[in-house]
């Protein structure tokens, strides 16, 4: 026999309890996981994009906003050392008209016989671009769409619609793989003149010298630029998206710290309660001669088993759920993102951290277990006390309570830089949780107190009793009450503050819908607004239209301005009032005559991240040089995440060039006939582009919003079903140790509806204990995150504490409380008072 | 008592007390004790009177208050909790009234328990707990865990664990107490059996006067202090011990 045989029998011995320990290891591990690797996928889809749409050139000379260039740039490009090759491309977003309206789609105009530096094509079928017209793509998405070779395909330009015949299908390989295959290849010169270049090109891609230094090289051509170009690395057109994800990022990482922390509370809940249940064999194993160490080894060692199988399980779940969570991202970015793949290092943390946590989580009861007086395991009179409850643990919270909050407080009067605070955001919310934990069982005599009162009424002499079980285990009931506290302030305050900006976005959502319609070649995902060009021409056949009052035009331009990647939204502005633009500082008139004269309106986030104040100017690199342009006023802008400039349209194509318009609005006069709307659908229908009624519109930005709610309530209910895991648990555990004195009672004359009762009320108890730290600690947390917002995206969002959701989570957990208690309650009542009496 | 007995236990002004103030007990109140090598005592006396602390004591599982224990010649109160478990684990084996096996583990099992745990290869673990088994009795009953045997077989495996280490001093409290008369006097024989043929020093606590008087040397307590000790090597019979039991009573 070796020793982990017994610990094998142990649990074999009460499976139960062991399955609960690896759920809570499960949960942690898969929940960070699955994050991690998400988010990994997410954070690379946009830059692993453009890496695999240059190939082979790791650097490429584009203009300031992505607009057109003299071509000559190239000869001398080519000749500099250290570049083995240097070729011009066109490469721009468009639609291709599928069978159910446009679809967003990369066009890459390329010079067949010299882009092979930069690009490999395998043809699977017909023949590769060799004469003007013609168009290449990938075989598996030809597959999807159902085209065939010889077929043609229709793409929005901003020269209306360029049909194009399919010469070639390529092997789904290298660039012909990008954006799920969603790539047309076609002639420089072609994609030229459909998208109004006028022998024009958008960039130049440079494939270095096998031996050649980067940066040197970088340095070298940006020494040979004129100015309004820039070199840079093709991963760079991603940054203002991954920008953009990084509040999504951020609060699935604290999620994922959540998740895993109220993981290692499953485990020291589950690990405190097994040791409880063997205190006798582990007082013979000491007695028999077990060296306290040697004790302690062998419980560490159980739970850096179960830690492992748990983490190997964990991990399975962790990518199960990846896909998931991977389909939700699509959703929200409108955007396909790589499946998610081994990530060695999401992997590689997880299988540190499942048996480092379960190790951790199992510190304290084994320490506790070697600790015992082996006496008070062994003798059957003796009642097996816990030792007394230590408060240094409840102040150690108290001061990591206070640590977590100044750190709120510095960020709140911005006393620390948010770039620092976002990284530590997500720790400092480990810390509270923590923090929280640590302290509630400090309160637990004072909470049961005030639940004793309250269920008094309703839960009679069981009640009573409950209470009393209870207090008898002030730590296993104080790690319970705190694991469903922390849920509720998560939830609450989460709940509460995703409720908010999901408010405020609608809210902007109206204001900025002032027009009656849109038209765009197809929606984009909610904030990258990138989509495809259309014709300028358009705006004037809408014009013409009867009864249209004013056409007003929309570009998104992505750029730079003070060296950050920002979103410049190009809008010519007309008449009629209106406000265009959800300003939270400035006169809206005088703000818009500022913005015709040429000033710029900031988004919120980027002037926050700045420091940029109405009045003071702002640095755009234009295709001009730097220019430097004054603020006239901020705004709420969700686009792009606030990264935004808001700019003239004339004053848009002078810095950027002229580049096609993304969307028109169309104002139509009060009181015009259907027929209006009748006659912009018919040019839309030709045109193939989208008409969207302002109810559209916001009818997809409600969605989007209802799919983040939705997503939030599914988490939230998650974390309570974890949650009462903790009870079921407590409370099984109750039953076992209570086994004998429920014999007592039922041969006493107590009824089966009596014992489960009492059951019941234990349950009932410690959902109401909860109740009040949960639901106050949720407001506070609430109110912090929404002072918080300010500081981290410049906008004051409003504070409403949403009744439905408060009070729901309180149902949710009395709720589930009481169904908690059921499994528990039906073997305390169907116990027999014969084996209940000989129970030991 | 000549030069050449070594003793197995020394103790010395030995005191414990529970609680303070008004829960105060003095369990223990001032013993002096010695047992040599290969002696059999037994400890009677009511309720209440402190053998059970005693043995506790002596086998290391509780601290004294005050007083000096030497057992095979090692004083407790120089050894950390360590050293203690090492004596515990080498030099004593424990027999309780309520047998204390692993309910998980198996007969055999049970008796290896302190082999394994000292380190020993399995092979060699196994060959001596099934030796251990058979010298009390139980050959067949090996693979069986506590719930399916008898209580007498409960209490046989656990005497084959305390003794599967060979164990200078063997400490039982009330072994029989849980078994009926007929079995208790299996196990009483097995006891002395033990002290005739390998020189086992045992202490045993019980209040039975019969089994009492098949030890060597019998010691009554009473509220803590030794009230009388007999000497039954210079072959009194039996009846006249339970006659003096009975008047020392
Ligand atoms: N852990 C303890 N705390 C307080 N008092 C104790 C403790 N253990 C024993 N006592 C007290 O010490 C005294 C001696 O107890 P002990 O168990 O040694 O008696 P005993 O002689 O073995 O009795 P019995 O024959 O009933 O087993 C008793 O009064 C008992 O109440
Ligand atoms: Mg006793």
Redesign the pocket.
């Known amino acids: 026999m070796k020793l982990t045989t017994y610990s094998l029998r142990e649990w074999r011995q009460r499976p139960g309890r062991a399955l609960l320990t690896l759920t809570g290891i499960i949960i942690g591990v898969a929940a960070m996981v699955s994050i991690s690797v998400t988010i990994e996928a997410t954070r690379n889809s946009y830059r692993h994009m453009f890496e695999t749409v240059t190939g082979r050139a790791s650097l490429e000379v584009v203009a300031e906003g992505y607009g057109g260039f003299d071509p000559t740039i190239r000869e001398s490009l080519h000749k500099l050392p250290g570049v083995q090759a240097a070729v011009s491309v066109v490469q721009t977003t468009s639609g291709l008209i599928g069978p159910s309206g446009a679809e967003p789609i990369m066009v890459l105009g390329i010079e067949p016989e010299l882009d092979h530096p930069a690009r490999e094509y395998k043809i699977r079928q017909g023949r590769f671009l060799g004469d003007r017209k013609g168009a290449v793509l990938s075989s598996t998405y030809a597959q999807r769409l159902k085209l065939k070779l010889g077929d043609s395909v229709r793409l929005l330009t901003p020269r209306g619609l360029t049909t194009l015949p399919i010469v070639g299908l390529l092997e789904p390989e290298g660039a012909a793989n990008v954006h799920a295959g969603a790539i047309v290849f076609t002639h420089l010169s072609t994609a030229q003149e459909a998208f109004a270049l006028h022998q024009q090109i958008n960039a130049v891609q440079i494939v270095l010298d096998e031996k050649a230094d980067l940066l040197s090289v970088q340095e070298q051509i940006s020494r040979q630029l004129p100015p309004g170009l820039t070199v840079q690395a093709p991963a760079v057109r991603g940054k203002l998206a991954q920008e953009m994800l990084l509040g999504t990022e951020l609060s699935l990482a604290v999620m994922s710290i959540v998740a895993l922390v109220a993981g290692a509370f499953v485990i020291l809940n589950s690990f405190l309660m097994s040791l409880g249940e063997r205190v006798k064999h582990l007082a013979i194993l000491r007695a028999l001669g077990t060296k306290r160490s040697q004790l302690k080894g062998i419980l560490l060692k159980e739970a850096a088993l179960l830690g492992s199988l748990g983490t190997i399980l964990g991990i399975a779940l962790g990518y199960a759920l990846s896909f998931a969570l991977h389909r939700i991202m699509e959703e929200m970015l409108a955007f396909p993102v790589p499946k998610p793949r081994l990530d060695a290092k999401s992997t590689l943390l997880a299988a540190f951290l499942g048996p480092g946590i379960a190790l951790a989580a199992s510190l304290v009861p084994a320490w506790r277990s070697s600790h015992r007086p082996v006496?008070d395991g062994l003798l059957d009179n003796?009642e097996i006390r816990e030792p007394v409850y230590k408060r240094w643990p409840g102040y150690i919270g108290l001061a990591l309570l206070v640590v977590g909050l100044t750190f709120i407080a510095l960020l709140v009067t911005e006393a620390i830089q948010v770039d620092v605070a976002s990284q530590l955001l997500p720790g400092c919310m480990a810390l509270l949780i923590v923090s929280i934990t640590l302290t509630i069982p400090l309160c637990i005599p004072f909470l049961s107190k005030i639940a004793a009162l309250i269920l008094r009424p309703c839960l009679g002499a069981e009640g009573r009793m409950a209470v009393r079980w209870l207090s008898r285990r002030p730590t296993r009931t104080g790690l319970t009450v705190a694991v469903l506290t922390v849920t509720l302030i998560v939830a609450v305050g989460f709940g509460n503050a995703t409720q908010n900006s999901v408010r405020d976005i609608r809210e902007w959502a109206a204001k900025i819908s002032y027009v009656d319609y849109y038209i765009r070649g197809y929606m984009p995902g909610p904030g990258m607004a990138v989509t495809a060009a259309l014709p300028e021409s358009m705006g004037d056949e809408i014009a013409e239209i009867e009864h249209v009052e004013f056409v007003t035009k929309i570009n998104f331009i992505a750029a730079r301005a003070e060296g950050e990647p920002v979103m410049v939204i190009a809008k010519s502005f007309g008449t009629r009032s209106g406000q265009p633009i959800d300003l939270v500082e400035g006169d809206e008139a005088e703000v818009i005559e500022a913005v015709k004269r040429g000033d710029v309106v900031l988004g919120t986030r980027l002037s926050q991240r700045k420091n940029l104040k109405i009045g003071d100017h702002v640095t755009l690199e234009t295709r001009n040089g730097p220019k430097d342009v004054r603020i006239a006023g901020l705004a709420t802008e969700y686009t792009a995440g606030g990264f935004v400039v808001y700019l003239e349209w004339n004053r848009a194509q002078e810095f950027f060039g002229k580049q096609g318009v993304h969307v028109f609005g169309v104002v139509l006069e009060n009181g015009a006939p259907a027929s209006a709307a009748a006659r912009l659908q018919t040019l839309c229908d030709e045109g193939k582009c989208r008409l969207e009624s302002r109810a559209e519109f916001r009818r997809i930005v409600d969605e989007a919003m209802s799919g983040v709610v939705g997503t939030l309530w599914g988490l939230i209910a998650l974390g309570f079903v974890i949650a009462s895991f903790g009870i079921v648990n407590t409370l099984t555990m109750n039953v076992l140790e209570q086994t004998r004195e429920i014999g007592i009672l039922r041969a006493i004359a107590m009824k089966r509806r009596q014992i489960s009762r009492m059951i019941f009320s234990q349950a009932m108890v410690v959902g109401v204990v909860s109740l009040i730290p949960g639901i106050l600690g949720g407001i506070v947390f609430a109110y912090l995150l929404n002072v918080s917002t300010y500081p981290m995206t410049g906008l004051r969002l409003e504070l409403r504490f949403e009744a439905l959701l408060i009070v729901g989570s309180m149902v949710m957990v009395l709720g589930l409380s009481a169904a908690a208690a059921m499994f528990p309650a039906r073997r305390a009542s169907r116990l027999q008072v014969i084996t209940a009496l000989q129970y030991e | 008592m000549t030069e050449n007995d070594k003793f197995a236990v020394e103790v010395h002004g030995l005191t414990k007390v529970?609680?303070t103030g008004e829960?105060r007990?003095e369990?223990i109140g001032g013993i002096d004790l010695t047992i040599t090598e290969g002696e059999f005592v037994a400890v009677m006396?009511?309720?209440?009177?402190?053998?059970?602390?005693?043995l506790h004591l002596i086998g290391g599982l509780d601290e004294p208050t005050s007083g000096r224990i030497i057992v095979g010649g090692d004083d407790f109160s120089t050894l950390d909790d360590d050293a203690l478990t090492m004596i515990r684990r080498r030099r004593i084996g424990f027999v309780f009234q309520a047998f204390n096996l692993i309910t998980v583990l198996t007969a055999e099992e049970n008796v290896a328990l302190p082999l394994v745990l000292d380190g020993m290869d399995e092979i060699e673990a196994h060959k001596r707990a099934t030796a251990a088994l058979k010298r009390t009795g139980l050959t067949d009953r090996g693979s069986h865990v506590p719930a399916e045997l008898s209580g007498g077989e409960q209490q046989r495996v656990a005497l084959s664990r305390s003794l599967v280490n060979e164990p200078l001093l063997l400490l039982a409290d009330?072994p029989t107490g849980n078994l009926d008369s007929a079995t208790s006097d299996q196990i009483m024989s097995l006891l002395r059996r033990l002290v005739d043929d390998q020189d086992q020093t045992i202490l045993m606590?019980t209040?039975n006067a019969r089994h009492a008087a098949m030890a060597d040397r019998i010691i009554t307590?009473r509220d803590?202090r030794i009230v009388e000790q007999q000497s039954l090597k210079n072959g009194r019979s039996a009846d006249q011990v339970l006659a003096d039991l009975e008047s020392a009573l």
């Open positions: 006496l003796r | 529970f609680g829960t007990v369990a006396g009511p309720s209440g009177s402190g053998k059970s602390t005693l009330e606590v209040h307590l803590g």
